[in-house]
Nanobody, 124 residues
Framework: QVQLVESGGGLVQAGDSLRLSCAAS????????MGWFRQAPGKEREFVAA????????YNLDSVKGRFTISRDNAKNTVYLQMNSLEPEDTAVYFC?????????????????WGQGTQVTVSS
C-alpha cells in the first residue's frame, strides 16, 4: 500500500519558518516528480512547488514569492518544503503529491498519490 505522510505543520507567527516533510512508503518515488499543494478554507487546491527526479524545480511564483524551497532525499524517499518568511496568507492545509504523469505537474489531476495533509497556520 502506497502512503504519503506529511509532517511539520503547526501554528507560527508571521515571519517564522517551517519545514514540511513528506515520507513515502510502499513504493519508491526516486524517478517520479513530486509536488506540494495547499488548500485554504473556502478556496481551491493550489499548486505550490514540484521537483522532478532529476532535480529540476517548478514553483508557483505568485504565491511562493521566492520564500519556499522544495527538495528531496531519494535515499529516504522523502520530499521537503522549506517555508521562510511565512505570511498569514500562507495559512492552509499543505498536501504532498506523488508521481506526476506527463507535463501538467502544476495541476492536481496529474498526480497519482496524495497525502492526508498537514495544517499550517500563520498568525499576524
Amino acid at each position: 500500500q502506497v502512503q504519503l505522510v506529511e509532517s511539520g505543520g503547526g501554528l507560527v507567527q508571521a515571519g517564522d519558518s517551517l519545514r514540511l516533510s513528506c515520507a513515502a512508503s510502499g513504493r519508491t518515488f526516486s524517478r517520479d516528480t513530486m509536488g506540494w499543494f495547499r488548500q485554504a478554507p473556502g478556496k481551491e487546491r493550489e499548486f505550490v512547488a514540484a521537483m522532478r527526479w532529476s532535480g529540476g524545480t517548478t514553483y508557483n511564483l505568485d504565491s511562493v514569492k521566492g520564500r519556499f524551497t522544495i527538495s528531496r532525499d531519494n535515499a529516504k524517499n522523502t520530499v521537503y518544503l522549506q517555508m521562510n518568511s511565512l505570511e498569514p496568507e500562507d495559512t492552509a492545509v499543505y498536501f504532498c503529491a506523488g508521481r506526476c504523469s506527463g507535463y501538467e505537474c502544476p495541476k492536481s489531476f496529474a498526480y497519482q498519490y496524495w497525502g492526508q495533509g498537514t495544517q499550517v497556520t500563520v498568525s499576524s
